[in-house]
């Protein structure tokens, strides 16, 4: 492999309070040097970066991909190209898959499938319950040792606290987060969208922030009782963020995530019956979306991830009430979230970056969110400058429900770094 030079772009390293003008040195895959007048290696390949940002590559720690099971909706392959194009060297996958990612066999597909893609890097979040069931443990440490880097029942919630509390204390063994959806399913049963007017006007059943707010005091609770890692899925509702604030003030080990959906569309954005505006926790109200900012600001909240849930086209284009939940988001995380937060003037660029890589990454332990010399050269070059108007028909990902059709959007990932090699390297624009 070439040594590559990036040159003159504004380097953001977050994990190092790094925010200026500089020169990033890529040698064996590996970050080499970061600074100014630095020594060309023979043979070195030089891109002139100037005007873009460079940054370590973004992390999600929470997508879907389908495969094994769905492989028409997404695969590891088709998933990692989107993520890729997104800016995202690491993603995690949940296991509700068919079957269940709930064992070492299971595990140990989804990391050969993300090396023989050879894109960017997918690490496998293991299943809580055996089959998502929430009746009994899966084998945590043989899941790890096979490479899961969490545990979870997204999809579902832990809705048995002795099972959630026995997960934590066993997940404590072996340093992994517990990755839970906080949602009390006897109150979210049958609903649809969020409970308020616009569902009251709308006709559909609402599913009241109660119900994910009861599952995350529960959930931090149960934290401060084993001193587990829990990790507090999509969290959407203001009650949520009052109560996560509380758990971080007396120490408990909570950390979470918001979705970019959540962070810039409301309920009043179902007001079609549009089924892209139908995800699971709900799109809240206006006051919400204020609080989840403020508290992403803060680190209240710790990421930014995407929850991207492929689906068929036939699947959304049913009734509102029958429409499965979830929308696509690796293509379009950071583009809404610069959009609306950073050139919004709620986050700084660094700030926003910080949010997308190195959080994500420290959160769940991974690799990755530096760009120190000697770690993995996992980078982004971002086009802040970009403006482009999604397109569903020209995403790398198998499916196309998004509620962000045809939105003007900011800023782009220019190229994509993953050890070294390029995973994604957006086309010029015609006429340059």
């Given amino acids: ?92 996958a949940m296991p509700n898959t068919d079957p269940v990612t709930d064992n070492q066999a299971a595990v140990g597909f989804i990391v050969r499938q993300s090396a023989r893609a050879g894109l960017t890097r997918v690490y496998p979040i293991g299943a809580i319950s055996v089959g998502q069931k929430g009746e009994r443990l899966s084998e945590f440490g043989e899941m790890v040792g096979a490479g899961a880097v969490a545990v979870s029942d997204d999809g579902k919630p832990v809705v048995s606290s002795h099972l959630m509390r026995t997960a934590l204390e066993y997940a404590r063994t072996f340093a992994i987060p517990v990755a839970d959806h906080c949602e009390e399913p006897t109150l979210a049963a049958g609903g649809v969208m969020h409970e308020g007017l616009v569902a009251a006007r709308l006709g559909l059943k609402g599913i009241p922030a109660a119900a994910e707010e009861i599952m995350v005091g529960r959930d931090v609770l149960l934290a401060g009782l084993t001193g587990g890692h829990v990790h507090l899925c999509h969290v959407s509702t203001r009650g949520s963020v009052a109560l996560i604030r509380s758990a971080k003030e007396q120490g408990v080990r909570v950390t979470a995530e918001v979705t970019p959906h959540h962070l810039t569309l409301t309920e009043r954005d179902c007001e079609r019956y549009d089924t892209h505006a139908k995800m699971n926790p709900p799109l809240r109200e206006a006051a919400d979306v204020a609080a989840l900012r403020q508290a992403l600001k803060e680190g209240v909240i710790d990421c930014i991830a995407s929850d991207h849930a492929p689906h068929a086209y036939d699947a959304k284009e049913a009734a509102f009430d029958d429409a499965p939940f979830g929308i696509v988001g690796l293509e379009t995380a950071f583009a809404v979230a610069y959009t609306e937060l950073g050139a919004g003037g709620i986050l700084t660029l660094a700030e926003l970056v910080h949010r997308m890589s190195t959080a994500p990454a420290a959160a769940f332990r991974l690799p990755g969110g530096t760009l120190k010399p000697g770690a993995a050269a996992d980078v982004v070059v971002l086009d802040v400058a970009a403006r482009w108007t999604v397109d569903p028909a020209a995403f790398f990902s198998k499916s196309r429900n998004t509620p962000f059709s045809g939105r003007a959007l900011a800023g782009r990932a220019a190229l994509t770094l993953v050890g070294g090699k390029v995973a994604h390297q957006a086309e010029a624009p015609a006429g340059s």
């Fill in 1 to 92: 492999m070439r040594p590559l030079l990036l040159k003159g772009g504004r380097v953001i390293d977050p994990s190092r309070g790094f925010d200026q003008v500089a020169d990033v040195l890529i040698q064996d895959g590996k970050i080499a040097a970061v600074g100014t007048g630095l020594g060309l290696p023979d043979g070195a390949e030089v891109r002139d970066v100037r005007g873009n940002v460079v940054a370590p590559g973004l992390v999600d720690v929470h997508v879907h991909l389908r495969e094994p099971g769905n492989e028409d909706v997404e695969t590891i392959a088709s998933g990692a190209r989107a993520a890729a194009a997104g800016g995202f060297t690491t993603v995690c």
